[in-house]
T-cell receptor, first 115, second 109 residues
């Protein structure tokens, strides 16, 4: 148990559906992250939030839309996804963004399958 | 571009020692991290190196040479539960983590 929870753990959706992934951290951290993990590929950083403000958006397609209503919660809204978007989506948090020593704490991920 | 290289898969025997290497080329360096990830689970933090040398933590040790852009994770007295993927990541000059693709470690009895 890392103090970061994600729901749902598994999601199957059609290309025309709209769904949302939820992440919650109980660690009092100020930074939250969305990553995409595909088989045998490095983790891809998607979005970074610091104190509810988006500070990084790594050329992610607009069919992925993040939302951070407060420093404990992070959402990833999904719409009109493609089969290549099937992957494990990981949420992480850390005390601050620009900090050398602090590690990131990860949630268990949502396994997304787009049909 | 930025790049982290580590072997795709390694096999070792229970009770033995294994060394997982990681080489990196990044824009700046603000530390190197090793994470462990069991199948279907979250990555969990193992170690952090920012200065050259060896950091020991129980059965696990991590080494860094900044001049060579090189690190390794050393696992001693291997146990079956050590079967997992091991991820190497470097914090670049923008404090972003750049990740390797991970090394899948298979432990055999």
């Amino acid at each position: 148990e890392t103090g970061v929870t994600q729901t749902p753990r598994h999601l199957v959706m059609g290309m025309t559906n709209k769904k949302s992934l939820k992440c919650e951290q109980h660690l009092g951290h100020n930074a939250m992250y969305w990553y995409k993990q595909s088989a045998k590929k490095p983790l891809e950083l998607m979005f970074v939030y610091s104190l509810e403000e988006r500070v990084e958006n790594n050329s992610v397609p607009s069919r992925f839309s993040p939302e951070c209503p407060n420093s404990s919660h992070l959402f990833l809204h999904l719409h009109t996804l493609q089969p290549e978007d099937s992957a494990l989506y990981l949420c992480a948090s850390s005390p601050r963004v620009a900090d050398t020593a602090y590690e990131q704490y990860f949630g268990p991920g949502t396994r997304l399958t787009v049909t | 571009g930025q790049n982290i290289d580590q072997p795709t898969e390694m096999t070792a025997t229970e009770g033995a020692i294994v060394q997982i290497n990681c080489t990196y080329q990044t824009s700046g360096f603000n530390g190197l991290f090793w994470y462990q990830q069991h199948a279907g689970e979250a990555p969990t933090f193992l170690s952090y190196n920012v200065l050259d040398g060896l950091e020991e933590k129980g059965r696990f040790s991590s080494f860094l040479s900044r001049s060579k852009g090189y690190s390794y994770l050393l696992l001693k007295e291997l146990q079956m539960k050590d079967s997992a993927s091991y991820l190497c990541a470097v914090k670049d000059s923008n404090y972003q983590l750049i990740w390797g693709a991970g090394t899948k470690l298979i432990i055999k009895p």
